[in-house]
């Protein structure tokens, strides 16, 4: 588009909305600019800031005509934080745009064409949805506009999130709506017990500091609430004074763990823990099976629609009493058990070894004897499973797999076993849409259903029915 140039100021209609949140706005009606913090129907003045061939990236300077489906968001970091980028538009709304984001996907990147995708099955709860939330502790604090204006404001303890392309930065967070008010009182009441002690914060510049996260998992059918301090080493008289007072503070907290990690790695997680007080684990109810969660558990971080992806995933699978199956990437056994009492069999894979003894344990908590469970790579299992014709016919396969999606392979060893179906369930329709390419060679889309589990996100889980041709 050669008549638009960098420092341009120029006004555009916000007609879509990308995957990373900025506005879609076409200059002269097809060139693409790309609006931060604009909303479909906005009516907006831009400066071009960057400019490429096929498109170009602006900085919002004015919203002339706000769009319909703009709200006030309800979160005082909302555009500092990096999450909930879709506070600012009506929820109906952001349904839609997920809806479309899994068209897109399974049009552009899958190939397929005419894709009918479901409306989406919304959140019954928008706000304070998440059984699990992780803060991270720095010793740099981010510092908004406002707290700019605060003479001598202290930046060396910050807890909060991290700030996108800032390693070390975190934005200090007092008010959350993610979780609920409970988890606001256990954030504030951390940063005010260990800042005014001076306690030392890890950083990866030096490798040494005490803090490193806060993570706090909650029950939503159960009333456990574990809070998980992780820390570089351990330090049990500073430990036990915050547990005396955390009980005392706030009792809703049912149990205490602190967990160690000296891994250069930023993840919360650590192999080694102390319980401080209470069981160290906390318990989930999903369509009537309890599940025990310990601090390194993977499980659904909404419970309430966690129910209904499964309830959909089993609906859509339309499964019988006479059918064996496999579910690839099985975790902790959510899926494996909320299925068990409508098949004959379920056989559950996944690499972790601690996922396993866990989907086992759970198993043996509900009572449920018709589900096993083996550690294994996924790619590796299918590869012995083709190479054993004569062994157990799995009806069908759930597949959950990470974010990445199913490796190559694994679509090739599923092309060669022939189940009669796949369940496919997503957290990522983009190599979602990638795989099931892959497999349409064999294989029929019977139905798509895309189900919220993420609302004020661009997240969105997808549910897909292969079956076999034929």
């Known amino acids: 588009m050669e008549n638009l140039k960098k420092d341009d100021v120029i006004e555009l209609v916000i007609d879509d909305i990308g995957a990373e949140s900025s506005g879609i706005g076409r200059f002269n009606g097809e060139y693409v600019v790309f609006v931060p913090k604009s909303v479909p129907g906005d009516t907006v003045r831009v400066k071009i800031r960057k400019k490429k061939k096929k498109y170009a990236e602006s900085t919002l300077l004015e919203i002339i005509q706000p769009s319909p489906f703009r709200i006030e968001p309800e979160c005082e970091y909302f555009g500092t934080c990096n999450g909930c980028k879709m506070q600012h538009i009506e929820y109906a709304k952001q349904l839609e745009i997920k809806q479309s984001i899994v068209k897109n996907a399974f049009e552009r990147i899958g190939g397929f064409e005419n894709v009918t995708i479901p409306t989406v099955l919304g959140s019954e709860d928008i706000y304070y949805y998440r059984n699990k939330l992780e803060f991270s502790f720095s010793n740099d604090r981010w510092l908004t506009s406002e707290d700019m204006l605060i003479e001598n404001i202290d930046k060396s303890f910050a807890v909060g999130y991290h700030i996108p392309g800032f390693n070390e930065k975190i934005l200090d967070i007092r008010a959350c709506y993610l979780q609920s008010l409970t988890t606001n009182k256990i954030l504030n009441f951390t940063r005010d017990f260990f800042k005014p002690k001076g306690t030392s914060i890890y950083t990866t510049k030096t490798h040494s500091g005490y803090l490193r996260f806060l993570t706090v998992r909650k029950s939503i059918y159960n009333k456990g609430?574990?809070?998980?301090?992780?820390?570089?080493?351990?330090?049990?008289?500073?430990?036990?004074?915050?547990?005396?007072?955390?009980?005392?503070?706030?009792?809703?907290?049912?149990?205490?763990?602190n967990s160690i990690t000296q891994s250069k790695a930023q993840v919360a997680l650590a192999?080694?823990?102390?319980?401080?007080?209470?069981?160290?684990?906390?318990?989930?109810?999903?369509?009537?099976?309890?599940?025990?969660?310990?601090?390194?558990?993977?499980?659904?971080?909404n419970s309430k629609q966690c129910e209904k992806l499964f309830e959909t995933?089993?609906?859509?699978?339309?499964?019988?009493?006479?059918?064996?199956v496999l579910d690839l990437y099985c975790g902790c056994g959510a899926i494996s058990l909320y299925v068990s009492a409508m098949v004959k069999s379920v056989h559950g894979v996944e690499l972790s070894n601690e996922s396993i003894d866990m989907a086992s344990e759970n198993a043996e908590l509900n009572g449920v004897n018709n589900c096993t469970f083996e550690a294994m790579d996924v790619k590796d299992y299918l590869e012995k499973?083709?190479?054993?014709?004569?062994?157990?016919?799995?009806?069908?396969?759930i597949l959950d797999p990470p974010r990445s999606g199913i490796h190559?392979?694994?679509?090739?060893?599923?092309?060669?076993?022939?189940?009669?179906?796949l369940i496919y369930v997503s957290c990522n329709p983009a190599t979602q849409a990638r795989d099931v390419a892959l497999l349409k060679e064999k294989y029929n889309i019977?139905?798509?259903?895309?189900?919220?589990?993420?609302?004020?996100?661009?997240?969105?889980?997808?549910?897909?029915?292969?079956?076999l041709k034929g």
């Open 225 to 257: 609430l574990m809070v998980n301090l992780i820390t570089y080493d351990e330090n049990a008289e500073l430990v036990n004074e915050y547990a005396a007072l955390l009980r005392q503070e706030i009792p809703e907290a049912t149990t205490l763990v």
């Open 408 to 421: 190559p392979k694994a679509a090739e060893y599923l092309l060669q076993y022939e189940a009669k179906k």
């Open 446 to 467: 019977i139905s798509i259903q895309p189900v919220d589990m993420f609302p004020h996100t661009f997240h969105i889980e997808n549910v897909v029915r292969l079956d």
């Open 313 to 324: 995933a089993a609906t859509i699978a339309d499964l019988g009493k006479e059918e064996n």
């Open 385 to 397: 499973l083709t190479a054993s014709p004569g062994g157990e016919k799995f009806d069908v396969i």
């Open 271 to 301: 192999n080694n823990f102390n319980v401080i007080y209470g069981d160290g684990f906390i318990e989930e109810k999903i369509g009537g099976y309890r599940f025990k969660i310990t601090p390194n558990t993977f499980f659904q971080t």
